[in-house]
């Protein structure tokens, strides 16, 4: 059974960072992709950020770029996200998704596995 896990959402202030983790287990998570997406109250979930396993090749979203960063370990079969300089429309629940992604890393429907999320709220 494949599992997902994600860790180290919290109360920020605007300008504070913040690391996430998300865990899998139950899959050979070196062959597989891996994202994060979030969504706020009322909006669409949104792409974050993504990392290809077959070079690592690295995806972000226009409003992340430039702060958050993705990482993987595979001997830990762990996927990392660090946020730097949070702003308040960073607020959401972000979600950790692993799949054998086939066309647009964009896209939520393209993955397999999802975590239940871990809410991040950034106050102004």
């Known amino acids: 059974q494949v599992q997902v896990v994600e860790s180290g959402g919290g109360l920020v202030q605007a300008g504070d960072s913040l690391r996430l983790s998300c865990a899998a287990s139950g899959l050979t998570f070196s062959i597989f992709d891996s994202g994060w997406f979030r969504q706020a109250p009322g909006k669409e979930r949104e792409f974050v950020a993504a990392?290809?396993?077959?070079?690592?090749?690295?995806y972000y979203g226009d409003s992340v770029k430039g702060r958050f960063t993705i990482s993987r370990d595979n001997a830990k079969n762990t996927v990392n996200l660090q946020m730097n300089s949070l702003k308040p429309e960073d607020t959401a629940v972000y979600f950790c998704a692993v799949g054998r992604v086939v066309g647009s890393y964009y896209e939520a429907a393209r993955y397999t596995y999802w975590g239940q999320g871990t809410q991040v709220t950034v106050s102004s």
């Open positions: 990392i290809r396993w077959i070079d690592d090749k690295i």
